[in-house]
T-cell receptor, first 115, second 109 residues
Framework: NAGVMQNPRHLVRRRGQEARLRCSPM?????VYWYRQLPEEGLKFMVY????????ESGMPKERFSAEFPKEGPSILRIQQVVRGDSAAYFC?????????????FGPGTRLTVT | KNEVEQSPQNLTAQEGEFITINCSYS?????LHWLQQHPGGGIVSLFM???GKKKHGRLIATINIQEKHSSLHITASHPRDSAVYIC???????????FGKGTHLIIQP
């Protein structure tokens, strides 16, 4: 059973470009979480999605960031018009049922560098 | 004040020592997680607790719900245990985790 997959592992974008980060949850998991880890800072929750639904986006910046988890295919975190402050490691995690008492399985992360 | 506080922030110990990392939280939770992150690496879930104590190999995690406190212990520490250990809580009513800042552990041979 493959773990949580994220790609790309490393992404370099120039200021103003778009970044698309992909996350494929573990087989059988329908709950996906995105977290961001800024340099020298702790992890922060961004968004929680189930298939085709955004459940909680309270941690998402109000502008330029969006997330989706379509019926088919991976979850996508999209950052438009990237700025240097977006440089960070972005992790996704998946769980089978959600609800807070569920163990979350983390992907290897995508390291985004904005030049 | 952060909702999840860890101590110590940094810890250096000799191989074989018994290690304790502490986590205190100030919000209601449905579960507490201990995670491990190696430098430049991914995140591994070590434990998820809602009460009592769990043990896996040389790792032991305990939680006291009344005192809002958890500890992670490593027995017979080894250099390969060197990593950042992160405490995270799942708050009742919310599903995303809230994280502590992590404890940087170095085990010297």
């Amino acid at each position: 059973n493959a773990g949580v997959m994220q790609n790309p592992r490393h992404l370099v974008r120039r200021r103003g470009q778009e970044a698309r980060l992909r996350c494929s949850p573990m087989k059988g998991h329908s709950h996906v979480y995105w977290y961001r880890q800024l340099p020298e800072e702790g992890l922060k929750f961004m968004v929680y999605l189930q298939k085709e639904n955004i459940i909680d986006e309270s941690g998402m910046p109000k502008e330029r960031f969006s997330a989706e988890f379509p019926k088919e295919g991976p979850s996508i975190l999209r950052i438009q018009q990237v700025v240097r402050g977006d440089s960070a490691a972005y992790f996704c995690a998946s769980s089978p049922q959600g609800g807070g008492r569920d163990e979350q399985y983390f992907g290897p992360g995508t390291r985004l560098t904005v030049t | 004040k952060n909702e999840v506080e860890q101590s110590p922030q940094n810890l250096t110990a000799q191989e074989g020592e018994f290690i304790t990392i502490n986590c205190s939280y100030s919000v209601g939770i449905s579960a507490l997680h201990w995670l491990q992150q190696h430098p430049g690496g991914g995140i591994v879930s070590l434990f998820m607790l809602s009460s009592g104590k769990k043990k896996h190999g040389r790792l032991i995690a305990t939680i006291n719900i009344q005192e809002k406190h958890s500890s992670l212990h490593i027995t017979a520490s080894h250099p390969r245990d060197s990593a950042v250990y992160i405490c995270a809580v799942a708050r009742g009513g919310a599903d995303g985790l809230t994280f502590g800042k992590g404890t940087h552990l170095i085990i010297q041979p």
